[in-house]
């Protein structure tokens, strides 16, 4: 395969996971209006013990059944291949149903002894049952990432997404005169029906692939499992400490906040807000960021093995240029229209203030995403996940420290003192290990003035002109619109976003990325 098409099934594989993500974002305001904040916090806390399942159940075999698979036919040799798949499927599968098992008999001490609530126990047991064909699916879709047939996995997870809305949409109305539990137990019920789905399409997928051989291979491979072992324990013991590291922090979170306010009720609604709207809307217009990392960690790979420093230093600069820029646009908006974006997507005025305290985290989160992203372009994941590991004891300590006595003000620093940390680590050792040295006026003092200015303007429009009659959301989009506007206007008026730096990304897609040598000397 080109590297084009390669190219082109990374960034199929990326649109497919924005726009799940995206519309996943969308069904969450509306879970959030149907369930409550208080039915939020439940859901976020059903959902930390689930992400725990997933990393036991999948113990990292989509990457392993990607990396063998790949070489062996890269070999030409298919019936290789589909032996790792299906020793790897049967591994995964064995797993996967001691997992489910466990969550099934253990469901009621879990639920009432770890989560210390009583209403996540009937979503725990509905959840352990896609937990094997999760495992089944993940293996899959490791296989068909190696043999590049991207379609499938692609429309999988849409597939898998659509069910799970469609679902919870046609149930939740009925469920939620029941109890928050009722309602968690319908929308886990739609995920594990998601995920059967999921599994079902991707394995139509290989039956259709596997009707279509010439001829009957001699499969001869050996030690299987031994290969599937090597690369999936180092990465599952990582990924058990910080799925675990994870759901500690958000158990110690709830019962600080219940320390605090002294009611649970006020509590798990106040942890709803934070976890399930407030973060959540801070991370939604990292998306696309996120997507085009995917597509970055190969690209930067290239440049690293070529030996080309100057296309290397030049790339790493652009990127972090523009990370910079998008990060200052989503402060100034986030800080021009908290209570706007607040009553416009969640009808709540708290959840407003709490995104204008926490909007200048931004820049340190895109930087974050796209640091990481391009560490392990550079073969830096070792640094990546001490760093994350580091963050997750940090967190904890603060957690303890802070949210019994100060409640949502302490979490609030706790989410301040990690997304600064983290950021500054990652980005220090990219600085070390390329040499390169930050540009401070065009990065970020040129952005910030930028944006001050063009908020300011945007505010007085939204104040002073016609806008303010429209609707809430047409107001506000319409005050967004003008920020993006005013706000890149500037910036090429200015002279910090140039227009032939766009050339890169565009020539990247067309002819596998290359920097046109007029470009690197600018």
Known sequence: MSKRSMITGALILSASALFVRMIGFVFRIYLSGAIGAEGMGVHTLIMSMYNVCVTLATSGMAGAVSTLCAEQLSLGRPANARRILRRACGLALAISLTVCAAVLIFAQPIGAGMLRDARTVMPLRILAVGLPFLSLAACLRGYFISARRVGNPAVSQVLEQLIKMGFIMLLIGWAVPYGIETACAVVMGGMTLGEIACCVYSFAGYLRASKKRTQQEKADITGVYHKILKITVPLSVTSYARSFLHLWEDVLILAGLKAFSGLAGVATGTYGMLKGMVMPMLIFPLMLLSSFVITLTPEISRMRATGNTARLEWAVNMILHYTCVAGVLIVAIFLTFPFEIGAAVYKSAEVGEMLKRLAF????????????????????????????????????????????????????????????????????????????????NEWFLKPVLAAAATCQIARAAHNYLPMEALPTVWSLLAGIALICASYTATLFSIGSVKLKDFSWLINRIKVSGKIPDKVVET
């Open 361 to 440: 985290l931004s820049p340190f989160m895109c930087i974050e995403i796209v640091t990481v992203g391009i560490l392990s372009g550079l073969e830096e994941q070792a640094s990546t996940m001490r760093y994350a590991l580091l963050d997750s004891f940090v967190r904890i300590s603060l957690i303890i420290l802070l949210v019994g006595r100060m409640g949502v003000d302490g979490f609030m620093i706790v989410v301040i003192v990690s997304n600064m940390l983290t950021s500054v680590l990652n980005f220090r050792r990219l600085m070390r290990i390329t040499g390169i040295k930050p540009n401070l």
